[in-house]
């Protein structure tokens, strides 16, 4: 159990910069979750800290301990590091017990048996510890490859997005589940994922990525109620992104204000505005444009002056229906143009 930290770190494949400058600490015995869409550098991240390849520059350091810098690159099987790769399946030719047993060769057979079942036991699948991969399902490998990466107790804990593929109850289930695992493992990991709704759930911190750079690192809820940039306000949920002059330290818009005191008075600015931060009361101003259920909420259209806002809200907008609409200031961030 250590934090893992990432410093100026660099990593391109030919032309393409796949992490470019990214500094980062896993915090001890928590969950970092590195959220980003595809493409963005997430997994390289966890490919850097397993020693599966080299960095350009910059320095990876589990513990006090250098792992990667350009001088040196300590060997994969030396880091003591768990995977859980999304194409990282289960030995096909090997129980599940015997997976998981499988990364304890320092240990006798007696307490390795016992360890791997023990772990499988975490995990709810001690029953199954004879069964091999092809008779299990989905989240049933996925829970063993979990079992079989804490069970040598790990450093740190690499989950690349352990749960695609899965239906979304079970999606749910598992998550919950591996959570509740990690939690009594008290294991530092760093989970990739590009689902949001993934990531709030399980993150004790969060990184948030695009490009190959770090656009955000903080609490979960902070990140979501003081995003930093557009970017990391887009990457927690559907935004709608409004350009503006800074007047008397406020952005007019067709809805209301937006606060925006912190930018220069007259400067152009951009904000966004979540869709659940949009209330739609009775009234005039905007008309509905479409209506579309989103779980317990409606993602409804509408329009104002030519342009078009969404909204989530509570299922009660019809179609042509006439709308007032108020911007709720605590989802609505206003950045000056180069954020
Ligand atoms: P993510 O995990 O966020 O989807 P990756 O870390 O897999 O992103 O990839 C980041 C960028 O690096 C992408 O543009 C990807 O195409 C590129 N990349 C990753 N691995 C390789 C590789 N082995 N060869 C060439 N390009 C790669």
Redesign the pocket.
């Known amino acids: 159990m250590s934090l893992v930290t990432l410093s100026r770190v660099r990593r391109s494949?030919?032309g393409?910069r796949?992490l470019d400058d990214v500094s980062l600490t896993a915090p001890e015995a928590q969950v970092l979750a590195l959220l980003?869409?595809?493409?963005?550098?997430?997994?390289?991240?966890l490919r850097l800290i397993a020693g599966l390849e080299p960095v350009d520059a910059g320095e990876i350091r589990i513990g006090d301990e250098v792992m990667s810098s350009s001088a040196r690159a300590v060997a994969t099987e030396e880091r003591r590091v768990g995977m859980v790769f999304q194409d990282y399946s289960l030995f096909p030719h090997l129980t599940a017990g015997a997976n998981v047993a499988f990364g304890l060769n320092k240990l006798g057979r007696a307490e390795r048996e016992t360890t791997a079942l023990k772990w499988l036991d975490r995990v709810g699948l001690k029953h199954r510890a004879g069964s091999y991969p092809h008779e299990l399902s989905g989240g049933e490998q996925q829970r063993v490859a979990l079992a079989r990466a804490l069970a040598p107790a790990p450093r740190a804990v690499l989950l690349d997005e352990p749960f695609s593929g899965l239906d979304p109850v079970l999606r749910a289930e598992l998550r919950d589940a591996t959570l509740a695992t990690l939690m009594e493992a008290r294991t530092t990991t760093l989970f990739?994922t590009?689902d949001a709704e993934d990531a709030l759930q399980v993150a004790d911190r969060l990184a948030i990525?695009k490009a190959?750079k770090l656009l955000q690192e903080s609490a979960p809820r902070q990140a979501y109620d003081a995003p930093t940039s557009i970017d990391a306000a887009a990457a927690l949920g559907p935004i709608n992104v409004f350009e503006g002059r800074v007047e008397h330290g406020a952005m007019a818009t067709p809805f209301g204000a937006i606060k925006a005191a912190h930018l220069p008075e007259g400067a152009c600015a951009r904000a966004a505005v979540r869709a659940e931060a949009l209330r739609l009361i009775p009234g005039d101003g905007a008309r509905v444009l479409s209506v579309r259920p989103h779980g317990a909420h409606d993602v409804v259209r509408i329009g104002s002056g030519g342009v078009v806002w969404r909204a989530l809200a509570p299922p009660r907008s019809a179609l042509g229906e006439t709308v007032s609409v108020e911007i709720q200031p605590a989802g609505a961030f206003a950045f000056s143009v180069s954020s």
């Open positions: 494949y030919g393409v796949a980003g869409p595809s493409g963005s550098g997430k997994s390289t991240i990739v590009h990525m190959g």
